[in-house]
DNA sequence: GTAACTGCAAAATATTTGCATCCTT
DNA sequence: AAGGATGCAAATATTTTGCAGTTAC
């Protein structure tokens, strides 16, 4: 697993230090969005709160992991699946936010759906975000 | 004008004040999204911050506005178009935010596709923005 | 007159920046 | 060794809360 990790910090050009391989670990261990608090929350104070800023964002800029628009104001990211490079994310699925246990999944294989436009509007890419009850909310 | 915003008011059993005539007056005129910063800034000194975050909590719980998710995670809200109740969002339309200027506008007549949820997934509620240029930032 | 609303002050949170130090390569 | 990453302190920004004074009805 840390080595999966590694290589791919190294694929993107990052060296390789603690603070990165923890956020990755929560990212694959947990399987699903996190906000920052959330991680800092796991962390315990092993992490400074900046540099999880920083790590996030870095994260972000090289298409690690993508934001996840709520209405809720939280932000939460989460790994990105697909080739996602530096400032082009390609995160074109569905995400669901339950709201009984409040995670957030990325339902991976269920696409954004093309909508028709009005005239004049030129799309680039879409988001969307379904609120519920999640599967294992429902047992 | 003024007449029909504060038959609003009253129909959803709020007293009319300064504020919210204002910021009523802003969203109407305006025809699009708002931050809450945005609302500010167009307020100038008149409205105090405070009142600002409460006034939009307000019209939110009551159903006067929405607000918006967006990938940039700054919370902006919009009017209702449709009969939304307290507590009870039917705004079913789809957002558009402008990579241009910024703005994010409802398309209330572009309604959020269902999409086919994994099983277990319960959706309640869903909401969708896409992002692009904008038909005044096209021409 | 009473309940609701506002403004101010201040607390609580969240985010950003600068810089000296430490770590990765 | 050099550049990048981290941690700490502090500056900013954002949101919430309490309360006294004001306003709408």
New interface residues.
């Given amino acids: 697993m840390e080595d999966k990790i590694r290589t791919l910090l190294k694929g993107y050009g990052l060296s390789i230090t603690e603070s990165r391989l923890g956020v990755l670990q929560f990212f694959y261990s947990n399987n699903g969005a996190m906000t920052h608090a959330d991680i800092e929350k796991q962390a315990g104070n092993k992490m400074d709160r900046v540099t999880i800023y920083r790590t996030l964002q870095t994260f972000e800029e090289k298409g690690i992991i993508h ?5 809720d ?1 939280m ?1 939460r990211y989460a790994l990105c699946k697909e080739q996602c490079t530096a400032g082009h994310h390609h995160d074109n699925h ?1 995400h ?1 936010l339950c ?1 009984t246990c409040g995670k957030t999944s990325c ?1 991976d ?2 696409l ?2 093309k ?22 909310c ?2």
């Fill in positions: 934001s996840i628009p709520s209405a104001n932000v569905v669901f709201n339902l294989h269920v954004v759906p909508v028709k436009l009005p005239k004049g509007f030129l799309p680039s890419e879409s988001n969307m975000v379904v609120r519920g009850t999640c599967n294992l429902r047992a």
